[in-house]
């Protein structure tokens, strides 16, 4: 079955980078796009960006635009999203999601809590 | 600040329905395909309507979706116990050039 798994749990200071780990299998990476969303505690989902494998072209977030660098590697099936400049409201789960036509969001990973904290 | 405008709760009875808007604007919800998750508590989001209307495999037909000019509806009949969980509709934004959420609805079996 498809499924998306994630890297573990991290705990960065304000300044530091974070690079959350994506990787996939159960389908043609290149096939489709993978998008990532956060969600801070007790709040809504917030879309960072896209990336697609095959055409390695990417779209992000106004909001993340110069913060944001979103990769994947092909002969692992897994993509990557790093984050510069973390600041407290930073602080978040971070998902990956497959991602068809920017719009349909199927299946999830389980999440990655980045903490930003002095 | 979300583009999708939802309200923060519903509630209703077991067997009983409930009916959560997403309200838009035309260069979303008016202009693209609309979709929903379901968010059960301290698990990730899962597509529970696709395309506005259309619900993935396994997804019960207790659930389904409808658009309206630059509103969405999502309705949940016969309503259960384990729909208690948080909703999110989900679409393309063409001025924005981006993705967007609504602000979520939780929904609550008294």
């Known amino acids: 079955q498809v499924q998306l798994v994630q890297s573990g749990a991290e705990v960065k200071k304000p300044g530091a980078s974070v690079k959350v780990s994506c990787r996939t299998s159960?389908?043609?990476?290149?096939?489709?796009?993978v998008s990532w969303v956060r969600q801070a505690p007790g709040q809504g989902l917030e879309w960072m960006g896209w990336?697609?494998?095959?055409?390695?072209?990417?779209k992000y977030s106004q909001k993340f635009q110069g913060r944001v660098t979103m990769t994947t590697d092909t002969s692992t099936s897994t993509a990557y999203m790093e984050l510069r400049g973390l600041r407290s409201d930073d602080t978040a789960v971070y998902y990956c999601?497959?991602?068809?036509?920017?719009?349909?969001?199927?299946?999830w990973g389980q999440g990655t809590l980045v903490t930003v904290s002095s | 600040q979300s583009v999708l405008t939802q309200p923060p709760s519903v509630s209703a009875a077991p067997g009983q329905k409930v009916t959560i808007s997403c309200s838009g604007s035309?260069?979303?919800?008016?202009?693209?395909?609309v979709s929903w998750y379901q968010q059960l508590p301290g698990t990730a989001p899962k597509l529970v309507i696709q395309d506005t209307d259309k619900r993935p495999s396994g997804i019960p037909d207790r659930f389904s979706g409808s658009k309206s000019g630059t509103s969405a509806t999502l309705d949940i009949t016969a309503l259960q116990t384990g729909d208690e969980a948080d909703y999110y509709c989900g679409t393309w934004d063409s001025s924005l050039s981006a993705s967007v959420f609504g602000t979520g609805t939780k929904v609550t079996v008294l």
């Open positions: 990336i697609s494998a095959y055409f390695d072209n990417r």
């Open positions: 159960g389908y043609t990476f290149t096939s489709y796009g």
């Open positions: 999601t497959r991602d068809l036509f920017s719009r349909i969001f199927d299946p």
């Open positions: 035309n260069s979303n919800i008016g202009d693209n395909y």
